[in-house]
Protein backbone atom coordinates (compact mmCIF):
# COMPACT_ATOMS: atom_id res chain seq x y z
CA UNK A 1 0.00 0.00 0.00
CA UNK A 2 1.52 3.59 -0.95
CA UNK A 3 1.94 6.27 1.15
CA UNK A 4 -0.87 8.19 -0.33
CA UNK A 5 -3.60 5.38 -0.33
CA UNK A 6 -2.68 4.89 3.26
CA UNK A 7 -3.03 8.35 4.29
CA UNK A 8 -6.69 8.89 2.07
CA UNK A 9 -7.60 5.99 4.94
CA UNK A 10 -6.16 7.44 7.66
CA UNK A 11 -9.06 10.84 6.28
CA UNK A 12 -11.78 8.23 5.75
CA UNK A 13 -12.08 6.90 9.04
CA UNK A 14 -11.47 10.03 10.72
CA UNK A 15 -14.16 11.41 8.04
CA UNK A 16 -16.32 8.69 9.34
CA UNK A 17 -16.23 8.95 12.91
CA UNK A 18 -16.76 12.67 13.15
CA UNK A 19 -19.18 12.81 10.96
CA UNK A 20 -21.43 10.22 13.03
CA UNK A 21 -20.32 12.35 16.16
CA UNK A 22 -22.12 15.67 14.43
CA UNK A 23 -24.97 13.23 12.98
CA UNK A 24 -25.37 11.35 17.11
CA UNK A 25 -23.29 13.06 19.09
CA UNK A 26 -20.39 10.80 21.31
CA UNK A 27 -21.48 7.43 22.68
CA UNK A 28 -21.46 6.93 25.78
CA UNK A 29 -19.03 3.64 25.55
CA UNK A 30 -16.36 6.50 24.26
CA UNK A 31 -16.15 8.63 26.86
CA UNK A 32 -12.59 9.64 28.36
CA UNK A 33 -10.31 13.30 27.38
CA UNK A 34 -11.96 13.47 23.96
CA UNK A 35 -15.67 12.12 24.59
CA UNK A 36 -18.74 13.02 25.77
CA UNK A 37 -19.87 14.88 28.91
CA UNK A 38 -18.71 18.20 27.07
CA UNK A 39 -19.47 20.96 29.71
CA UNK A 40 -17.45 19.16 32.42
CA UNK A 41 -14.65 18.72 29.85
CA UNK A 42 -14.90 22.32 28.70
CA UNK A 43 -14.45 23.24 32.30
CA UNK A 44 -11.99 20.97 33.34
CA UNK A 45 -9.64 22.03 29.92
CA UNK A 46 -10.44 26.15 30.95
CA UNK A 47 -12.88 27.16 30.18
CA UNK A 48 -15.33 28.88 32.40
CA UNK A 49 -18.63 28.10 32.89
CA UNK A 50 -19.73 31.76 31.16
CA UNK A 51 -18.33 31.08 28.02
CA UNK A 52 -19.61 28.01 28.18
CA UNK A 53 -22.70 29.61 28.42
CA UNK A 54 -22.40 32.18 25.05
CA UNK A 55 -22.20 29.37 22.56
CA UNK A 56 -24.88 28.00 20.35
CA UNK A 57 -26.52 24.48 21.98
CA UNK A 58 -24.83 22.03 20.30
CA UNK A 59 -21.83 24.22 19.36
CA UNK A 60 -19.89 22.22 22.26
CA UNK A 61 -19.53 18.39 21.81
CA UNK A 62 -16.46 17.67 23.75
CA UNK A 63 -13.54 16.88 21.55
CA UNK A 64 -10.72 19.40 22.59
CA UNK A 65 -7.62 18.64 25.07
CA UNK A 66 -6.89 21.97 25.64
CA UNK A 67 -8.62 26.03 25.68
CA UNK A 68 -5.72 27.89 23.57
CA UNK A 69 -7.83 31.23 23.02
CA UNK A 70 -6.65 31.59 26.43
CA UNK A 71 -3.51 32.73 24.91
CA UNK A 72 -4.39 33.93 21.54
CA UNK A 73 -5.07 37.39 22.65
CA UNK A 74 -7.60 38.49 20.09
CA UNK A 75 -8.66 41.88 19.71
CA UNK A 76 -11.82 43.63 17.88
CA UNK A 77 -11.53 43.59 14.04
CA UNK A 78 -9.28 40.20 13.80
CA UNK A 79 -9.20 37.89 11.38
CA UNK A 80 -9.33 34.23 12.53
CA UNK A 81 -9.40 30.83 11.70
CA UNK A 82 -10.11 27.48 13.26
CA UNK A 83 -8.50 24.81 11.87
CA UNK A 84 -10.98 21.79 12.59
CA UNK A 85 -13.39 24.00 13.85
CA UNK A 86 -16.26 20.87 14.14
CA UNK A 87 -19.64 21.91 15.56
CA UNK A 88 -18.26 26.14 16.26
CA UNK A 89 -17.46 25.74 19.32
CA UNK A 90 -13.71 27.59 19.86
CA UNK A 91 -14.86 29.49 16.42
CA UNK A 92 -17.94 31.19 18.01
CA UNK A 93 -16.12 32.13 21.38
CA UNK A 94 -13.41 33.54 19.49
CA UNK A 95 -16.28 35.73 17.61
CA UNK A 96 -17.14 37.10 20.40
CA UNK A 97 -13.89 38.56 21.10
CA UNK A 98 -13.42 39.83 17.58
CA UNK A 99 -16.84 41.56 17.33
CA UNK A 100 -19.26 42.48 14.57
CA UNK A 101 -15.73 44.32 12.53
CA UNK A 102 -14.06 41.00 13.09
CA UNK A 103 -14.50 37.95 10.94
CA UNK A 104 -13.75 34.30 12.03
CA UNK A 105 -13.14 31.58 9.33
CA UNK A 106 -13.54 27.63 10.55
CA UNK A 107 -12.51 24.91 7.90
CA UNK A 108 -13.03 21.03 8.94
CA UNK A 109 -13.14 18.29 6.30
CA UNK A 110 -16.21 16.45 7.63
CA UNK A 111 -19.32 17.71 5.98
CA UNK A 112 -21.56 16.96 8.72
CA UNK A 113 -19.35 19.05 11.06
CA UNK A 114 -19.33 21.87 8.77
CA UNK A 115 -22.98 21.47 8.24
CA UNK A 116 -24.04 20.95 12.01
CA UNK A 117 -21.73 24.59 12.49
CA UNK A 118 -23.34 26.65 9.62
CA UNK A 119 -26.68 25.79 11.40
CA UNK A 120 -25.43 26.83 15.21
CA UNK A 121 -24.35 30.25 13.54
CA UNK A 122 -27.37 30.76 11.95
CA UNK A 123 -29.81 29.84 14.50
CA UNK A 124 -27.84 32.17 17.40
CA UNK A 125 -26.43 34.96 14.58
CA UNK A 126 -23.37 34.81 14.19
CA UNK A 127 -23.04 36.87 10.93
CA UNK A 128 -19.18 37.38 10.91
CA UNK A 129 -18.54 33.45 11.51
CA UNK A 130 -18.29 31.31 7.97
CA UNK A 131 -17.39 27.87 8.09
CA UNK A 132 -15.75 25.85 4.82
CA UNK A 133 -15.40 22.36 4.28
CA UNK A 134 -11.34 21.54 3.25
CA UNK A 135 -8.35 19.31 4.80
CA UNK A 136 -6.20 21.87 6.97
CA UNK A 137 -2.99 20.59 4.82
CA UNK A 138 -4.41 22.49 2.22
CA UNK A 139 -6.84 25.40 3.34
CA UNK A 140 -8.93 26.64 1.09
CA UNK A 141 -7.76 29.97 2.37
CA UNK A 142 -6.02 33.68 0.80
CA UNK A 143 -2.47 34.03 1.57
CA UNK A 144 -1.15 36.35 4.10
CA UNK A 145 -5.28 36.74 5.21
CA UNK A 146 -5.38 36.15 8.83
CA UNK A 147 -4.27 37.47 12.08
CA UNK A 148 -4.39 34.52 14.34
CA UNK A 149 -5.18 30.99 13.53
CA UNK A 150 -6.05 27.91 16.70
CA UNK A 151 -6.85 24.03 16.61
CA UNK A 152 -8.20 22.58 19.37
CA UNK A 153 -6.87 18.37 19.10
CA UNK A 154 -6.98 18.34 15.59
CA UNK A 155 -3.87 18.38 14.34
CA UNK A 156 -2.88 14.80 16.07
CA UNK A 157 -5.54 13.17 13.47
CA UNK A 158 -3.48 14.58 10.59
CA UNK A 159 -1.02 12.05 8.67
CA UNK A 160 1.07 15.47 7.23
CA UNK A 161 1.43 17.02 10.19
CA UNK A 162 4.06 19.52 8.64
CA UNK A 163 2.02 20.47 5.69
CA UNK A 164 -0.51 22.06 8.44
CA UNK A 165 2.15 23.91 9.76
CA UNK A 166 3.20 25.25 6.23
CA UNK A 167 -0.21 26.01 5.84
CA UNK A 168 -0.57 27.87 8.62
CA UNK A 169 2.65 30.00 7.94
CA UNK A 170 1.28 30.47 4.22
CA UNK A 171 -2.20 31.97 5.92
CA UNK A 172 -0.84 33.98 8.61
CA UNK A 173 -0.08 37.73 7.73
CA UNK A 174 3.14 38.76 8.31
CA UNK A 175 3.24 39.14 12.48
CA UNK A 176 0.14 37.02 12.75
CA UNK A 177 0.35 34.37 15.46
CA UNK A 178 -0.77 30.73 16.29
CA UNK A 179 -1.84 29.06 19.29
CA UNK A 180 -3.13 25.46 18.98
CA UNK A 181 -3.87 22.52 21.17
CA UNK A 182 -2.88 19.18 20.32
CA UNK A 183 -1.84 15.85 21.92
CA UNK A 184 1.89 14.44 21.12
CA UNK A 185 3.44 11.63 22.47
CA UNK A 186 7.18 11.46 24.78
CA UNK A 187 7.83 8.19 23.64
CA UNK A 188 6.76 6.10 20.80
CA UNK A 189 4.20 3.65 20.94
CA UNK A 190 4.51 0.75 20.91
CA UNK A 191 2.85 -1.21 17.45
CA UNK A 192 0.26 -3.36 19.50
CA UNK A 193 -0.89 0.12 20.57
CA UNK A 194 -0.72 2.56 17.47
CA UNK A 195 -2.55 0.55 15.44
CA UNK A 196 -5.40 -0.12 17.14
CA UNK A 197 -8.43 2.00 15.42
CA UNK A 198 -9.95 2.72 19.10
CA UNK A 199 -6.54 3.45 21.01
CA UNK A 200 -7.40 5.95 23.91
CA UNK A 201 -10.60 6.82 21.90
CA UNK A 202 -8.93 7.62 18.87
CA UNK A 203 -7.47 11.03 19.72
CA UNK A 204 -3.99 9.65 20.36
CA UNK A 205 -3.29 6.79 17.04
CA UNK A 206 -1.75 9.56 15.22
CA UNK A 207 0.01 11.56 17.76
CA UNK A 208 3.39 13.16 16.90
CA UNK A 209 6.41 12.90 19.11
CA UNK A 210 6.43 16.20 20.87
CA UNK A 211 9.72 17.23 19.53
CA UNK A 212 8.71 15.87 15.85
CA UNK A 213 5.62 18.48 16.60
CA UNK A 214 7.80 21.61 17.28
CA UNK A 215 10.43 20.61 14.73
CA UNK A 216 7.41 20.88 12.10
CA UNK A 217 6.39 24.04 13.51
CA UNK A 218 9.93 25.62 12.86
CA UNK A 219 10.49 23.90 9.56
CA UNK A 220 7.60 25.85 8.42
CA UNK A 221 9.49 29.08 9.28
CA UNK A 222 7.01 30.25 12.62
CA UNK A 223 9.09 31.85 15.16
CA UNK A 224 8.46 32.37 18.77
CA UNK A 225 8.05 28.73 19.51
CA UNK A 226 6.85 28.38 23.14
CA UNK A 227 4.75 25.32 24.73
CA UNK A 228 2.32 27.33 27.49
CA UNK A 229 0.60 24.69 28.85
CA UNK A 230 1.67 20.83 28.73
CA UNK A 231 -0.48 17.92 31.24
CA UNK A 232 -0.67 14.44 31.51
CA UNK A 233 -3.82 12.38 31.31
CA UNK A 234 -3.07 10.65 34.23
CA UNK A 235 -2.90 6.77 35.28
CA UNK A 236 -6.90 6.97 34.97
CA UNK A 237 -6.67 7.84 31.82
CA UNK A 238 -6.37 3.97 31.32
CA UNK A 239 -9.64 3.33 31.71
CA UNK A 240 -10.44 4.57 28.64
CA UNK A 241 -8.26 1.90 26.95
CA UNK A 242 -10.32 -1.05 25.25
CA UNK A 243 -10.62 -4.01 27.54
CA UNK A 244 -9.55 -5.98 24.34
CA UNK A 245 -6.63 -3.75 23.80
CA UNK A 246 -5.82 -4.23 27.43
CA UNK A 247 -5.83 -7.93 27.32
CA UNK A 248 -3.51 -7.97 24.44
CA UNK A 249 -0.81 -5.58 25.96
CA UNK A 250 -0.36 -7.74 29.30
CA UNK A 251 0.08 -10.94 26.25
CA UNK A 252 2.94 -8.39 24.63
CA UNK A 253 4.31 -7.31 28.03
CA UNK A 254 3.93 -4.28 27.05
CA UNK A 255 3.49 -1.50 30.46
CA UNK A 256 0.24 0.41 29.33
CA UNK A 257 0.83 2.63 32.52
CA UNK A 258 4.11 3.68 31.00
CA UNK A 259 2.17 4.30 27.60
CA UNK A 260 -0.16 6.47 29.35
CA UNK A 261 2.48 8.61 30.89
CA UNK A 262 4.14 9.67 27.55
CA UNK A 263 0.74 10.86 26.46
CA UNK A 264 0.89 15.06 26.90
CA UNK A 265 -1.60 17.62 25.98
CA UNK A 266 0.56 20.46 24.85
CA UNK A 267 -0.91 24.30 23.95
CA UNK A 268 2.22 26.10 21.64
CA UNK A 269 2.46 29.80 20.52
CA UNK A 270 4.22 31.17 17.64
CA UNK A 271 4.11 33.44 15.21
CA UNK A 272 4.81 34.43 11.65
CA UNK A 273 7.55 37.01 11.51
CA UNK A 274 6.92 40.41 10.59
CA UNK A 275 8.24 41.60 7.40
CA UNK A 276 11.38 44.19 7.53
CA UNK A 277 11.14 47.40 6.01
CA UNK A 278 14.26 47.71 3.43
CA UNK A 279 16.55 50.50 5.02
Known amino acids: MSHAIEQEKVHEVVQGRYGKIAREGVPLPEAGPCGPRPEAIARRL ?4 EEIATVPDGANLGLGCGAPLRFLSLEPGETVLDLGSGAGFDAFLAAR ?15 EMVERARRN ?9 EFRLGRIEALP ?4 SVDAVTSNCVIN ?15 LRPGGRMVVSDVVLLATLPPLVAESAAVFTGCVGGAALRSDALAAIEDAGLVGIEIVTETG ?10 VELREQALAAGIDLAAVVR ?10 KPAVRRAS
Not at 141 to 144: G, L, M, T, V
Not at 263 to 271: G, L, N, P, Y
Open 46 to 49: GYAS
Open 97 to 111: EVGERGRVIGVDMTP
Open 121 to 129: ASSAGFLHT
Open 141 to 144: IESA
Open 157 to 171: LVPDKASVYREIARV
Open 233 to 242: FGESFEEFVP
Open 262 to 271: SVRSITVRAR
